[in-house]
């Protein structure tokens, strides 16, 4: 599979944090941007003496600069000043010390100011993302790396990075673009695992996959995030999730979303909840299972969780175990940074936009996600498409991260409620589809998943869901990755490692799991797989054939709604 050889794929993985967690963040608005911005020009007006005390420290760093004598220096892992121009020549040095200077004292200064603690990091929140928009490396004549390019190449890299620009002004709705499209087709060298769509209706696709030898008579069933594509569980055969559920007899199913127009922006959480439930039904009459295992991650947790609810208060018995992957049910404040840019009168006014638009765009999202991490979304991007002339990398998890679709109107609506309200760390207080949720009744083995490094749903966030459901057998997993590396976690990586603390009902304190658990080499893939065996019924014989006669096989997988 193709892959970028000029290093500036550092954030992928950021990336598609930001457009598979469907949270808080989705209420985000530009008001709240602003409100943050004016709180910084408030307090530039109203504090001089504040004012006075940081230009003071900023000018004698400015000295020290002029005179040789400023020990300032780029942290040892920022990668933008890596290149030795930092660090020996005279005028790169003193441009890198003169941003450090300017750094130093914008948050010298916001850290004097009076503030609360929501305030404080409103300001630091807009204040970091201006500091990061000033670094010399996002400039050609500040960056020695891009001016080195410009000579060897002729020029050539200047053409090419205005070329660049110039596409994505023209065809990526003026934003830097992130992946190299080309090299990557589904259904050709992406989504390849053999199956077939086995139902079909203006929402989803159902998709089963073909097994072979003996099988486990249980099935499962994947429930992906609404707002990109599911064949982020069937990438390429070794990182397909699809493909280790099949090498290990398990019987996949996998839901399709289509991507709603403006048309089906009416789609709520009820009717995905609903469509979740009506591939349970399918799946068991296609297998002839009176229960069906389950997975979600992030978004797709989520509307699980609202099914196991329902399910739960109607006496069912279909869900076997469930796995849930970096997904967040009870955010709490300081979870993410960004979180404290969403203030009750931007959840409303997304909501009013959304229900207005009837969607919202997957690249709306992406956008407003970007300028969160501006490092590594954006700038990161402008140094590498622009100023050295590269081509965007060509990455598969990029590529299916770029492939996103549209959020219903309503889904968004209801995904903000459930957090305005704390829906399922406060049972019986948030009703939904004829019952009030309340993940205590659900009873069923649980296998939760979280990562070191996320930073959307963090792991200690995602952690807490192991106190929210009423099993008496729930098991907690660390991944050492981020979001999206923690589930495309295959094994063969040396760096890999996980941490599990077998005990059976986690104890709620995070830091007495930590205590007990064990590290461990390599993926979490295998133990997953053991553990979902175990929980997966007796072997049968696989199915010669897909579907059954009430639902008969039509379109090979990945099926038509990938394409939309």
């Known amino acids: ?108 200064w916001v850290e004097d100011l009076e503030l609360d603690a929501l305030e404080r990091d409103r300001a630091n929140f807009i204040s970091q993302i201006i500091i990061d928009a000033l670094a ?40 830097v673009s992130q992946v190299d499209k080309t090299p990557f087709k589904v259904g050709e060298n992406l989504a390849t695992s053999e199956g077939s769509v086995v139902y079909r209706d203006d929402m989803m696709e159902l998709i089963q996959y073909q097994c072979e030898g003996d099988v486990h008579a249980i099935p499962q069933l994947t429930i992906p995030p609404q707002i990109n594509k599911m064949y982020i569980n069937d990438l390429t055969p070794e990182k397909s999730i699809i493909q280790l559920q099949l090498r290990s007899g398990i019987q996949p199913f996998v839901i399709s979303w289509r991507n709603p127009s403006e048309d089906q922006g009416v789609w709520g959480m009820a009717d995905y909840v609903s469509s979740c439930i009506k591939a349970l039904e399918i799946i068991s009459e296609i297998t002839g299972s009176k229960k069906v295992n389950v997975s979600g991650a992030c978004s797709g947790g989520q509307t699980m969780s609202v099914m196991l609810s329902k399910l739960a208060d109607a006496e069912s018995d279909i869900i076997g175990c469930i796995t849930m992957m970096v997904c967040v049910l009870e955010p709490r404040d300081g979870d993410i940074e960004a979180a404290s840019m969403v203030s009750d009168n931007g959840i409303a006014l997304a909501k009013q936009r959304a229900a207005k638009k009837g969607v919202v765009k997957g690249s709306d999202l992406a956008r407003g996600f970007a300028w969160l991490r501006p490092n590594d979304l954006i700038w990161n ?75 959307i749903t963090p792991w200690q966030a995602c ?50 799991w930590m205590e007990g658990a064990e590290e461990i080499k390599g993926s979490w893939w295998p133990h997953w797989i053991e553990w979902l065996t175990a929980r997966a019924g007796k072997k049968v014989k696989a199915p010669k054939t897909l579907g059954s006669k009430i639902y008969p096989p039509q379109e090979a997988a990945p099926g038509l709604y990938v394409h939309d």
């Open 1 to 108: 599979m193709a892959s970028s050889k000029s290093g500036f794929n550092d954030g992928f993985d950021t990336i598609k944090d930001a457009t598979t967690a469907l949270g808080p963040l989705t209420g985000l608005a530009r008001e709240d941007f602003m409100g943050a911005v004016a709180l910084l020009l408030r307090q530039t007006a109203t504090n001089p003496d504040k004012n006075f005390k940081a230009m003071q420290g900023f000018s004698e760093d400015l000295v020290k600069i002029m005179t040789g004598k400023s020990d300032l220096a780029p942290h040892a892992k920022d990668k933008r000043f890596m290149d030795p121009a930092w660090m020996f020549n005279p005028f790169y040095k003193a441009g890198a010390q003169y941003y450090l200077a300017l750094q130093k004292g914008i948050k010298g």
């Open 136 to 175: 010399p490396t996002n400039t050609l004549a500040g960056n020695p790396i891009a001016q080195k390019r410009l000579i060897d190449s002729g020029g050539l890299s200047l053409i090419k990075g205005l070329k660049n620009a110039y596409d994505d002004i023209v065809n990526n709705d003026m934003m």
């Open 381 to 455: 991007y402008v140094i590498n498409n622009y100023l050295l002339g590269n081509d965007p990398p060509a990455f598969d998890i990029l590529f299916w991260n770029s492939d996103a679709t549209n959020l219903s109107g309503s889904l968004l609506g209801d995904f903000l409620d459930i957090f305005d309200s704390n829906a399922f760390a406060a049972p019986g207080t948030f009703e939904i589809l004829d019952h009030k949720v309340d993940l205590g009744k659900v009873k069923n083995d649980m296998f939760i998943l979280g990562g070191t490094t996320d930073h």
């Open 463 to 512: 952690y807490r869901s192991t106190q929210l459901f009423g099993g008496k057998n729930i098991q907690f997993i660390l991944s050492q990755a981020g979001h999206m590396q923690a589930i495309l976690n295959p094994p063969g990586n040396p760096k890999a490692k996980y941490y599990r603390n077998d005990v059976k009902k986690p104890p709620k304190d995070v830091e007495k």
